[in-house]
């Protein structure tokens, strides 16, 4: 597994404690980057939502199904995750928004550029932003819907200033590790754009027009942290 491109990706929406979210962006950035890469996953990026003041999102890769599994076992079971766990979950009110997705292609996951990680004690976060949208349908998806994707979604992205750097879809395989819930039953295409500031992603939005037919989408509107990799 490269540092970005995972076969298996988790789209985590946490709702925390009002005013709780910078405590746990401190903790998380301070001791559970490294501890949890460590074990063999990938923390791809963490965000604060600018839509919602207390919720944290954050993006973490894996190699497959069974790494995975193997990966949060020694996370959850070691001694970084037991010294925190209490301040961590003394933050948080809900932890199960979580979408298990995929890459949609082979060349769609997230980009491995050799971009680097600030490092432990790093405060000021970047000015950049990232953009979320996920598409929820009715059924999964096929090489119809991401055809169409291709064809007219992306040409509209590209006209209101901005191109997917990443599109994931839903991960059907079971959650071998139920002590962290996953949602089930939905069929999700989700996607990524990054954004140099908060005028440029405010542009695209007022810009973008979607081809017929096409949605319902919910846009999460991301600004990384000090020390996330995607910013």
């Known amino acids: 597994m490269t540092a970005l491109r995972c076969p298996v990706v988790e789209l985590r ?3 925390l404690r009002p005013g709780q979210r910078d405590v746990l962006i401190e903790l998380f950035d301070r001791e559970f980057v490294e501890s949890q890469e460590e074990t063999g996953m990938a923390i791809l990026g963490q965000f604060r939502d600018l839509d919602a003041p ?16 193997e990966a949060l076992t020694r996370f959850y079971g070691g001694p970084v995750w037991k010294a925190h766990a209490a301040q961590a979950n003394a933050t948080m009110v809900d932890v199960d928004d979580v979408l298990l997705l995929r890459p949609t292609s082979a060349s769609s996951g997230f980009p491995t550029d050799g971009r680097a990680r600030p490092p432990v004690g ?3 976060p970047p000015p950049s932003r990232v953009l979320a949208s996920v598409h929820l349908r009715d059924r999964p998806v096929d090489d119809e819907f991401r055809d169409h994707f291709d064809r007219a979604v992306r040409p509209a992205l590209a006209d209101a200033g901005a191109t997917p750097i990443a599109c994931l879809e839903t991960e059907y395989a079971e959650n071998t590790f139920p002590a962290l819930a996953v949602r ?3 069929h999700a295409f989700v996607w990524f754009t990054w954004f140099a500031g908060d005028a440029q992603l405010t542009e695209h939005l007022r ?3 979607w081809p017929a037919g096409f949605g319902p989408v919910r846009h ?5 942290t000090a020390r996330s990799l995607l910013r």
């Open 13 to 15: 929406q946490y709702t």
């Open 54 to 69: 207390d919720r944290f999102v954050w993006l973490r890769g894996f190699a497959g199904m069974e790494s995975r599994l």
């Open 122 to 124: 790093a405060t000021v």
């Open 184 to 186: 089930a039953g939905e």
């Open 207 to 209: 810009r973008l027009a």
């Open 220 to 224: 999460l509107r991301l600004a990384p």
